[in-house]
């Protein structure tokens, strides 16, 4: 018999400007169902997020927090042991991390087939992107779906010289050129407050600028106390309710003039005072894409006004976190090939969880209960310390708790904060918890290990 006859179809062209969670899971993703996928990146695949901002600041951390363990060894019943930062080894570390993400980024595009350009992108028509090749030369491509995926870069105000030697910005941080002596931090939102904790555990004096009269402006008040307290315990200056207005340099000293007018010294300042998209250069114009301060305007499945048009990770101005960028990714990959286009699976961005690498860590996910308070909705709130905890005990930290706010009708999960060890990753239970509708008593029956940290969240649950 002869083979059947059927006319193929030729696949779906992706063409993805932008290199970082966002567009590489796109890029992966799309490639697994069958697209032809071209990706397009002027510097490293895997982004900003790999080679300046989670994974080198977490990576420093994590250094940190090594050195601060083996600091109290002795509390734990060891002879006393004293860490000394090794700041060469340091930043080979951080490179080595760097590059073995990126090559086992590499690696995965190379496998699933996606034609990886070295150049920067930008629109010249709805179909068309020209791409400034790094030899030089110019080449045009065509998509049937465009994605952009260019991220966001630090906002530097006109008032703050940054010269990557005194006076830094994130992205001058992982590491800087030299440990700073004094660190003077404006900003205490996320990013500042991990600098703090950074800086401070590789035994730099540290001082925080703080426009609110909370650190954490944005998070419960309960938590942001404890990350406050933990700060001037550990000799952080905070001047709260101070906004920075005027940085100066002189000589091997910065200054940080404050609209209150006090005046904040150091050796060196950092700003953390927010982001802003990388859109100019990216030829929205030239295919009619609506944008709103930079950011392109998108709808539930992350499409912008040009129907084949998407935007995906910072540049959408949605959560401007990597988890979500590379989930917008996988989104938009199933959305343009026809796969799960139901409403109720559009991203809830209300259910992201998140979490702040400090020490203690502080995680949250859904409702918080300041947020539902000020909206007049009925929660009930139950609240378990780590104290309270064998495993806590082991550890040598009792510090911390587990809130969780429930529905009082339904015993539904609707959020949750955690401040104390390992919170990052306690808080996965209650982000499923929360997505998946799973209700108070579910987790108080889950039989979890004994002794182990996540005990308390089932106890906080009762
Ligand atoms: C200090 C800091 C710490 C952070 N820590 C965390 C964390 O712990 N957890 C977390 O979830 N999130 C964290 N974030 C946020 C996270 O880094 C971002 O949300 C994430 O990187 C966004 O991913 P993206 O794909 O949108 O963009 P990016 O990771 O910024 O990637 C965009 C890519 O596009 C490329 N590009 C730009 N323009 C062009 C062009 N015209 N042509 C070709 N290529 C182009 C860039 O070179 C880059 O590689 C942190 C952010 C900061 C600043």
């Known amino acids: 018999m002869a083979p059947s006859s059927r006319p193929s179809v030729a696949p779906k062209r992706f063409v993805i400007i932008g290199g970082g969670p966002a567009g590489t899971t796109c ?90 350009m070295e150049g920067v992108g930008s629109l010249v028509s709805t179909h068309e992107v020209e791409v400034r090749l790094s030899d030089g030369t110019t080449e045009t491509v065509t998509g049937d779906i465009i994605v952009l995926s260019t991220g966001s870069r630090p906002r530097i105000p006109e008032w703050a010289p940054v010269d990557g030697v005194r006076v830094l910005s994130t992205r001058d941080a992982y590491p800087p050129p030299k440990l700073p002596e004094h660190l003077v931090v404006i900003g205490s939102g996320v990013t500042g407050v991990e600098f703090v904790h950074m800086f401070n555990s590789f035994g730099s004096r540290v001082t ?39 940085v100066e340099t002189d000589g091997e000293r910065v200054r940080v003039q404050c609209n209150d007018g006090r005046v904040a010294e150091g050796s060196h300042v950092l700003l953390a005072i927010g982001s802003i998209p990388n859109s100019e250069g990216l030829g929205l114009e030239n295919a009619g894409v609506e944008s709103d301060h930079g950011y392109v305007v998108v709808d539930h499945n992350c499409r912008s006004n040009v129907s084949h048009i998407y935007a995906a990770g910072d540049l959408s101005g949605k959560l401007p976190l990597s988890s979500v960028a590379s989930t917008q990714g996988r989104k938009i990959a199933e959305h343009a090939m026809g796969l799960h286009a139901a409403p109720h699976r559009h991203i809830d961005y209300d259910k992201a969880a998140s979490a702040i690498f400090t020490d203690p860590e502080i995680a949250d996910v859904g409702v918080a ?26 550890n040598n930290d009792p510090r911390g708790f587990v809130k969780i706010v429930s529905d009082p009708a339904t015993g539904v999960v609707m959020g949750g904060s955690i401040v104390g060890r390992h919170a990052a990753e306690l808080i996965s239970v209650l982000a499923l918890a929360v997505t998946a509708r799973l209700t108070v008593q579910d987790l108080v029956e889950s039989l979890f290990v004994h002794p182990a940290l996540a005990e308390v969240l089932g106890e906080a649950a009762e």
């Open 369 to 394: 209960e300041a947020d539902a308070f000020a909206a007049g909705r009925k929660i009930r709130v139950t609240k378990v310390p780590f104290s309270v905890s064998a495993k806590a005990l082991i």
């Open 208 to 246: 925080l600028i703080v426009s609110r009269q909370q650190v954490l402006p944005d998070k419960d008040p309960e938590v942001a106390a404890v990350l406050e307290q933990s700060f001037l315990n550990r000799g952080v200056k905070l001047f709260m309710g101070a906004r920075a207005e005027a």
């Open 27 to 116: 890029a992966t993703h799309a490639a697994r169902l069958g697209a032809q996928v071209t990706l397009i990146e002027k510097d490293i695949v895997g982004g900003a997020a790999h080679l300046l901002d989670c994974i080198p600041s977490k990576a420093m951390i994590a250094t940190g927090g090594a050195m601060a363990m083996v600091n109290r060894a002795a509390e734990m019943g060891l002879a006393r042991v004293e860490a000394t930062l090794d700041f060469d080894a340091l930043k080979r570390r951080i490179k080595d991390i760097e590059d073995r993400l990126e090559n086992s980024v590499s690696q995965l595009l190379e496998s699933q087939g996606v034609r990886l």
